[in-house]
C-alpha cells in the first residue's frame, strides 16, 4: 500500500471510531438515536427561531414603510416617474440605491418613494421609503435608498410605491 493509500485509510478508521464514539455516548442515558434526534430537533428550533426573527425585521420594515406612506395626505400614484438605480454594498454592509425623481407636472412637487429589497428568489428582504422634496417642474431629483439592515447575497432593488404630494 502506498503512503496516500494508508494515510486515507487511517483517515477512515478515524472518523468510523470518532463517530462511532460520539453516537454511543451519551450524558442522560439515551440511546445514539435518541442523542441524535435531540440534536437534529435542537438545531431546527435554532433555525426556526432565526427565521422568525428575519420574518419579524420584515413585517417591521413593512409596518414602517406602510406608516411613513399613510402621512402623506392626498398623494397621488407617481411610481411612472420615479427609477430606482443598480444596488450597491456600503461600508455598513447595507444595501443601497440611487433613487431619481422625475417631476413631470407643472409645478414643484414632493415624492415618498418605497424602495424594496429583494432576494434572488424575489422574496422581499428590506423596505424602506425615501422622501425628495421640492422636485422643480420638469426636472429630475436624486436621493438615496439604504437598507435597515445588512443584507446578504444577490440583492434586487424595485420601486414598491411612489407617492407625488
Known amino acids: 500500500m502506498t503512503r496516500r493509500g494508508v494515510r486515507g485509510a487511517s483517515a477512515v478508521l478515524v472518523a468510523m471510531t470518532v463517530a462511532f464514539t460520539a453516537s ?9 438515536s435518541s442523542t441524535v434526534s435531540k440534536a437534529a430537533s435542537a438545531a ?3 433555525a426556526s427561531s432565526v427565521a422568525s426573527k428575519g420574518s419579524d425585521v420584515i413585517a417591521s420594515a413593512t409596518a414602517a ?11 397621488v400614484n407617481a411610481s411612472g ?5 443598480a444596488p450597491a454594498t456600503d461600508a455598513d454592509g447595507r ?11 407643472d409645478s414643484t412637487q414632493s415624492y415618498a418613494v ?12 428590506d ?4 422622501t425628495v422634496d421640492d422636485v422643480a417642474s420638469k426636472k429630475t431629483k436624486d436621493a438615496t435608498a439604504r437598507s435597515n439592515r ?5 440583492i434586487k432593488v424595485e420601486v414598491g410605491q411612489a407617492l407625488r404630494h
Open 24 to 32: 454511543a455516548c451519551s450524558d442522560d442515558g439515551d440511546s445514539a
Open 44 to 46: 431546527s428550533s435554532v
Open 65 to 75: 414603510a406602510e406608516d411613513k406612506l399613510n402621512s402623506f395626505k392626498d398623494g
Open 81 to 85: 416617474d420615479v427609477k430606482a438605480g
Open 95 to 105: 444595501v443601497t440605491s440611487k433613487v431619481t425623481v422625475a417631476n413631470s407636472t
Open 114 to 125: 418605497q424602495i424594496n429589497f429583494k432576494d434572488a428568489d424575489g422574496k422581499l428582504q
Open 127 to 130: 423596505t424602506v421609503v425615501v
Open 150 to 154: 445588512k443584507l446578504d447575497g444577490d
